[in-house]
């Protein structure tokens, strides 16, 4: 009995070289995304319980001035009064938002934008994580950023590193080189005049000394510490202390 001639098995046509490139951009672009969020929650979930070793901000003044002051202190170390104060200062309803301050943000806007709406959560961001300036793009950075700072970080974590990166002179950076710049004396021992003083100038490091203010920056320094005392009773301080 004649065989029946076996069918030849055709091959599928083969992939031309510009769909074999797609698929590999693809594959390029996806492993490119998880890498990027992997290095996003780790760099989020590590400052939990690392401290920052230094910030863009102090980088770029230890390279212009060639030194900076500045030492990492736990908050356990640092007066309550100064912890009060800074929230007086910078962020009174610290306690009671997720990283924006709605009714911060619709006064700057009644205001004209004459007046700052960034909370603290949203200043740790910039000083750790971004850089100084005013652009849209950072600040769509800070914005973007932000929930998950609040997510992850305890309130008392968040206030934490604020006081140990941000600038009170020129190159002195976070609140025990600060004491011992201006006063001689270390953050445990502030009084809440001193507190006062010290939360006065952060808004503009470089152009206020806390050792010289205004009397304008005087009447500030009185305000934020009846802020203070206030916040201490009405409960606004209890999320860090």
Same mark, same amino acid.
């Given at each position: 009995?004649?065989?029946?001639?076996?069918?030849?098995?055709?091959?599928?046509?083969?992939e031309n070289w510009l769909t074999r490139q797609s698929k590999r951009l693809r594959r390029f672009m996806r492993r490119g995304a998880i890498w990027a969020v992997s290095l996003f929650i780790f760099?989020?979930?590590?400052?939990?319980?690392?401290?920052?070793?230094?910030?863009?901000?102090?980088?770029?003044?230890?390279?212009?001035? /060639?030194?900076?002051?500045?030492?990492?202190?736990? &908050?356990?170390?640092?007066?309550? %009064?100064?912890? @009060?104060? %800074? %929230?007086?200062?910078?962020?009174?309803?610290?306690?009671?938002?997720?990283?924006?301050?709605?009714?911060? &943000?619709?006064?700057?806007?009644?205001?004209? /934008?004459?007046?700052?709406?960034?909370?603290?959560?949203?200043?740790? %961001?910039?000083?750790?994580?971004?850089?100084?300036? @005013?652009?849209?793009?950072?600040?769509?950075?800070?914005?973007?950023?932000?929930?998950?700072?609040?997510?992850?970080?305890?309130?008392?974590? &968040?206030?934490?590193?604020?006081?140990?990166?941000?600038?009170?002179?020129?190159?002195?950076?976070?609140?025990?080189?600060?004491?011992?710049?201006?006063?001689?004396?270390?953050?445990?021992?502030?009084?809440?005049?001193?507190?006062?003083?010290?939360?006065?100038?952060?808004?503009?490091?470089?152009?206020?000394?806390? @050792?010289?203010?205004?009397?304008?920056?005087?009447?500030?320094?009185?305000?934020?510490?009846?802020?203070?005392?206030?916040?201490?009773?009405?409960?606004?301080?209890?999320?860090?202390?």
């Open positions: 009995m004649a065989k029946k001639p076996q069918k030849k098995k055709t091959k599928p046509p083969a760099a989020i979930l590590a400052f939990t319980v690392f401290n920052p070793p230094i910030t863009w901000t102090m980088y770029s003044e230890k390279s212009r001035l /060639g030194k900076l002051d500045y030492q990492w202190i736990p &908050i356990e170390d640092v007066a309550p %009064v100064m912890l @009060r104060s %800074v %929230v007086a200062a910078e962020d009174a309803n610290f306690c009671n938002h997720w990283g924006f301050d709605v009714e911060a &943000i619709r006064a700057a806007l009644e205001a004209g /934008g004459s007046r700052g709406a960034s909370t603290l959560s949203q200043q740790v %961001v910039k000083n750790v994580y971004l850089w100084q300036g @005013r652009s849209w793009f950072r600040k769509a950075l800070e914005a973007g950023i932000t929930p998950f700072i609040e997510m992850a970080w305890s309130k008392r974590r &968040i206030l934490e590193i604020y006081l140990n990166v941000a600038e009170f002179d020129e190159g002195v950076f976070g609140i025990e080189a600060a004491s011992r710049h201006y006063f001689g004396i270390g953050p445990e021992a502030l009084s809440a005049n001193q507190a006062a003083r010290l939360a006065t100038v952060l808004p503009s490091p470089k152009k206020r000394s806390a @050792r010289n203010l205004s009397p304008a920056l005087v009447r500030r320094a009185a305000s934020i510490m009846d802020g203070a005392a206030t916040i201490k009773v009405d409960g606004r301080s209890d999320c860090f202390q």
